[in-house]
């Protein structure tokens, strides 16, 4: 079974009203299903359809995937740090498995 662990990088500490950059990666095959396999086969569609980042339980960012992601998808974006944030990262994919990730920023 691949190996799905997601990556994250977060700042430790941010002063109150800063905006950081977030960046996630998750290992995932990401597979479109118009490929074929070696005899033929349609191989069957399978990728992370929905990601979200939820700061202090309100979702502060979310996506939604297609099959034109490559693999091991990256994301990266920006949030507003107004207090200590508990961060939850979810990604979601076709099988319905679920990653999850978490990360704390602390402000100074």
């Not at 597979?31 to 979200?52: H, W």
């Not at 508990?86 to 978490?102: H, I, M, P, Q, R």
Request: net charge neutral.
């Amino acid at each position: 079974m691949a190996d799905h662990t997601p990556r994250i990088r977060v700042p430790k500490k941010a002063a109150k009203g800063d905006v950081v950059e977030i960046k996630t990666l998750i290992s995932h095959q990401m597979e479109s299903g118009q490929r074929k396999d070696k005899q033929g086969q349609v191989i069957p569609r399978e990728i992370i359809n929905k990601f979200t980042c939820a700061m202090n339980g309100e979702t502060v960012f979310s996506a939604d995937l297609e099959p034109a992601i490559s693999a091991n998808p990256y994301l990266s974006f920006y949030v507003k740090v107004e207090g200590p944030a508990d961060l939850k990262f979810t990604w979601v994919d076709d099988n319905g498995s679920v990653y999850e990730a978490d990360a704390k920023i602390a402000v100074a």
